[in-house]
């Protein structure tokens, strides 16, 4: 009887732990995705403590990943990155590691650590931005530049086309000036 029972009781123990594996393994791989100072600040602030937090997604972010951080999770996000696929912002402590049990999501870093390990990634990052502002704001100027040069040689043409025109006007006028007046003199 007491065999029986010990294996019984070492299946159910084995059934118990196939049916949770996968929920830590999955458990496992979230938090794996939180920074290693991340998880430390976690440890000891209250679950309604606002982190300010980068979250890396594994492709760029789409608008319902957005406003499911923002509703769900009550993420305030303060930046979207263009160059990288990626937010800033601050979350509840209590809810970073949720955030983290996302499919879509590849990284969770605390905001300060990535500014102090990865500055020239992000200042490389906001330089680029920058750049590709005014690079849009020159390919507005010269566009409107290019408008401006063309109504001038529009301009031009028409002017050269009156010139000519005038200058034919008053040679043909000369002709018959110089047609009268030689025709006036032969007369007299």
Not at 95 to 107: G, H, L, N, T, V
């Amino acid at each position: 009887m007491k065999v029986c029972f010990n294996s019984r009781l070492l299946f159910l123990i084995i059934l118990i732990g196939i049916s949770v594996l996968p929920h830590y393994l999955a458990s496992t791989q979230s938090v794996e995705k939180i920074d290693i100072e991340l998880r430390k600040i976690l440890g000891t602030a209250s679950p309604s403590e606002l982190i300010a937090i980068i979250i890396v997604f594994q492709d760029k972010p789409t608008e319902e990943q957005l406003n499911t951080l923002k509703t769900v999770h009550k993420m305030q996000i303060v930046y979207v990155y263009k160059i990288i696929d990626g937010v800033a912002g601050r979350a509840p402590a209590g809810e970073i590691p949720k955030i983290a049990e996302y499919d879509w999501i590849k990284e969770i870093w605390l905001d300060r650590k990535v500014y102090v390990t990865t500055e020239r990634t992000v200042d490389t990052s906001k330089f680029i931005e920058s750049l590709q502002k005014e690079n849009e704001e020159l390919r507005q100027n010269i566009s409107k530049l290019q408008e401006q040069i063309n109504t001038q040689q529009s301009q031009i043409h028409r002017l050269e086309t009156d010139l000519k025109t005038y200058s034919i006007l008053t040679f043909i006028a000369g002709l018959i000036v110089g047609m009268g007046a030689m025709t006036w003199i032969k007369r007299k």
